[in-house]
């Protein structure tokens, strides 16, 4: 059950833009009140290789603590998602498609997880989703977030995060269900293959280390939990975190790790960073 828990977690990715032309994942923030500098990194939350590169290690270094989208050290994360697992006001899976798409649903998860969806019929179809993301792998899954904590155990630094547990929930439980249940039927329609698919081309992409084509990806795709709710999923938050990094990393040198996806774009925290009034540099090497 923590598996799963996790794979759910790291579910929940102007002028400066155009001066900000370096591709990198790694970004050095500095000045505006800052006695020391932190950084910020774009991860990915499921992968087949999550190896952090020389430069991520030699941030990783000059900071004192860890700060993620989620504070995956809190002891309490399980207990507390799972009070938030299943639909409000009595809906169900059923009642959200009709007869012939929920026995393909169901004979689709009876497959892949090994229960039927009568079994979690009020579960939220984007818990499922998430349930289903090693299987669109062709390999053992495996998480930048994990490979950060590692280092930050071993530094015996503090993992904190930007957000809580409620707060991430709150923010899917504003996509509608119709759209979250929509989105597993295509998933079990196509078997998985329009997922994995796109999954190898986010991978492809995030290889690159060019931020606003991560960005320009997730704007465009067939997801429309990505695509069509992009304000509330993207936009939003970043705003919501500028003044909480900026916070953070007054009191400590921080390294900052959210979603690759979050970076980019002219409502992209490094771009807001640069309006905020901080200094914000590509780590190159």
């Known amino acids: 059950m923590r598996k799963i828990i ?6 929940f990715s102007s002028l400066g833009i155009a001066q900000n032309n370096s591709k990198s994942l790694l970004w050095k923030i500095s000045e505006n009140g800052l006695s020391k500098p932190s950084y910020i990194y774009g991860t990915i939350h499921i992968t087949c290789d999550a190896t952090l590169p020389q430069k991520v290690k030699t941030a990783l270094d000059k900071t004192e603590q860890l700060c993620l989208e ?16 299943m639909m409000k006001d009595g809906l169900t899976m059923r009642k959200l498609v009709s007869e012939e798409d929920f026995k393909i649903v169901d004979a689709f998860l009876t497959s892949n997880l090994g229960f039927s969806a009568e079994m ?13 993301y090693p299987k669109m792998l062709n390999c053992e899954m495996q998480s930048v977030e994990t490979e ?6 071993e530094q015996k630094e503090d993992v904190i995060g930007l957000e809580t547990i409620k707060f991430q929930m709150d923010v899917f439980d504003q996509i509608p269900y119709q759209d979250q249940m929509n989105e597993l039927v295509k998933t079990a329609k196509s078997d998985l293959k329009r997922d994995k698919n796109e999954i190898n081309e986010m991978f492809a992409l995030y290889k690159t280390e060019d931020i606003e084509a991560i960005f320009n990806f997730s704007k465009k795709s067939d ?3 990505t695509s069509k709710f992009g304000e509330i999923m993207l936009d939003n938050r970043n705003q919501n975190w500028i003044s909480k990094i900026g916070n953070i990393a007054k009191i400590k040198p921080t390294f900052f790790g959210v979603g ?3 970076l980019g774009g002219e409502m992209g925290v490094i771009n807001l960073l640069i309006k905020a009034g901080y200094s914000v540099e590509p780590v190159l090497k």
């Open 223 to 225: 997801n429309v939990i």
């Open 120 to 132: 979690i019929n009020t579960m939220k179809p984007f818990m499922i989703t998430a349930m289903l």
């Open 70 to 85: 989620l504070d995956m050290d809190d002891p309490n994360m399980q207990s507390e998602m799972m009070t938030m697992f």
């Open 6 to 11: 996790l794979i759910i977690a790291f579910f």
């Open 148 to 153: 950060l904590m590692k280092i930050a155990s």
């Open 260 to 262: 690759a996806a979050h």
